[in-house]
Structures are given as C-alpha cells and as structure tokens.
C-alpha cells in the first residue's frame, strides 16, 4: 500500500464542521490464511479540517490493496492511519463491510478524533 498516493485539496469552509460520506462498494484484498480473495465495501467518514482527500488519488490508493494479503481488521486500521496522516481531519471513521465467507460476514470500525 502506498499512501504517498493520497491527494488532498483545500477544504473552503474550515470553520464549519460538516460531513463527508465517501463510499467504496468494490473494495477488494487477499486473505493471507488462504490466499482467497475478500471483497467488501468500504466506507469513509469525516468532518475535515483544513484539507479533504481527493477522490481519484483514494480510488487509486484503495486498489493497492487489490492484491495484498491482509487481514479485514489490518485494513480497515490502515487506512484510517494513513487518511488521517494525510488529510488530519477533526474526526474520521472507517467502517470495512465484508461479503460473506462460510456464512459469516464481518464488520470492522475504526474512528479517531483530533485532540481538542
């Protein structure tokens, strides 16, 4: 994964806090245990601060994981890590849904909020 690859723009109205929804439905990864590919949804929210991500450079950002052997609750907490190094937003939530495997489906949510 690269996230020198991740873009950011300024955001216009900083004083205001406001939501951005940004939603993922063909996020794919690899599992590591057996090689098998995982597909889900991924789905970004935040309230930016004085910069919001830049929607091709996270298409592409996402594909990096296309081939990569990684657990659901390592990707999901990477790329909160990475968005917020890039964008440090006041608040950001990753939720990383996943399509069934053996009958189970697993849901994974990670949040940070700035200090105030």
């Known amino acids: 994964m690269k996230p020198e690859l991740l873009e950011t723009f300024e955001n216009q109205y900083p004083n205001r806090d406001y939501t951005i929804e940004i939603v993922n439905p063909e996020f794919t990864s690899v599992c590591p245990k057996t090689g098998l590919p995982d597909f889900g949804t991924i789905t970004l929210q935040y309230i930016p601060n004085k910069l919001c991500v830049e929607l091709k450079s996270l298409k592409y950002y996402y594909l990096e994981f296309r081939n990569a052997g ?23 939530k990753i939720i990383s849904e996943w399509k069934a495997r053996g009958g189970i489906t697993t849901t994974v949510t990670a949040s940070y909020e700035a200090e105030k």
Request: zero cysteines; a neutral charge.
């Open 70 to 92: 990684i657990f659901y609750e390592n990707v999901t907490n990477k790329i909160l890590d990475d968005l917020v190094k890039a964008v440090k937003p006041k608040e950001m």
